[in-house]
T-cell receptor, first 113, second 113 residues
Framework: AQRVTQPEKLLSVFKGAPVELKCNYS??????LFWYVQYSRQRLQLLLR??SRESIKGFTADLNKGETSFHLKKPFAQEEDSAMYYC???????????????FGQGTTLQVKP | DTGVSQDPRHKITKRGQNVTFRCDPI?????LYWYRQTLGQGPEFLTY????????KSRLLSDRFSAERPKGSFSTLEIQRTEQGDSAMYLC???????????FGQGTRLTVV
């Protein structure tokens, strides 16, 4: 079964603290992994994707195929990082490229001053 | 705003009524996706189009749901004989395809009373 699991509904940290949002996936092939973010009253938008290997807004994510994880990390959280974060998987990436995404349930990140 | 546009933003309907939502994708995007998001969950894939062709439908899309993209531009999602379980946020996204980024609309929130 294709599944994305984000075990934490809410993660609350103080400004300046490190952040790690967990994401585990279940998929037998070679997926592409994404992190999407939704700020208050804004639309869902792409934060970063595995294939780009980029750091966006200080966030990075490493794909660990052995542990089937794609955790999102930031060394020093900022108040403006407060948002809902969704991990997503695109199955069979590279062969069919449907663009269809399977999302996790989301984690609310709350950064306190 | 030149992003993905959805109309209406909110819809309240009585159980048993039919509703139709519209999505206008970014103009040069040939792929269009519909997702449904219920409270506390991530978006769930419903269906997608490449140009005017509907290429995949989720099992979530019961016989009461139909989607069209008649000229490969805007798309409509119709729900017939609405049920309370249809209450959700309906999201539309578009992309150029070929592994490119999907851009989301702000969604249509449906409440069935």
């Amino acid at each position: 079964a294709q599944r994305v699991t984000q075990p934490e509904k809410l993660l609350s940290v103080f400004k300046g603290a490190p952040v790690e949002l967990k994401c585990n996936y279940s998929y037998s092939g070679s997926p592409e992994l994404f992190w999407y973010v939704q700020y208050s009253r804004q639309r869902l938008q792409l934060l970063l994707r595995h294939i780009s290997r980029e750091s966006i807004k200080g966030f990075t994510a490493d794909l660990n195929k052995g542990e089937t994880s794609f955790h999102l990390k930031k060394p020093f959280a900022q108040e403006e990082d407060s948002a809902m974060y969704y991990c997503a998987l695109e199955p069979a990436w590279g062969s069919s490229n449907t663009g269809k995404l399977i999302f996790g349930q989301g984690t609310t990140l709350q950064v306190k001053p | 705003d030149t992003g993905v546009s959805q109309d209406p933003r909110h819809k309240i309907t009585k159980r048993g009524q039919n509703v139709t939502f519209r999505c206008d994708p970014i103009s040069e995007h040939n792929r269009l996706y519909w997702y449904r998001q219920t409270l506390g969950q991530g978006p769930e894939f419903l269906t997608y189009f490449q140009n005017e062709a509907q290429l995949e439908k989720s099992r979530l899309l019961s016989d009461r749901f139909s989607a069209e993209r008649p000229k490969g531009s805007f798309s409509t999602l119709e729900i017939q004989r609405t049920e309370q379980g249809d209450s959700a946020m309906y999201l539309c996204a578009s992309s150029r395809g070929g592994g490119s980024e999907a851009f989301f609309g702000q969604g249509t929130r449906l409440t069935v009373v």
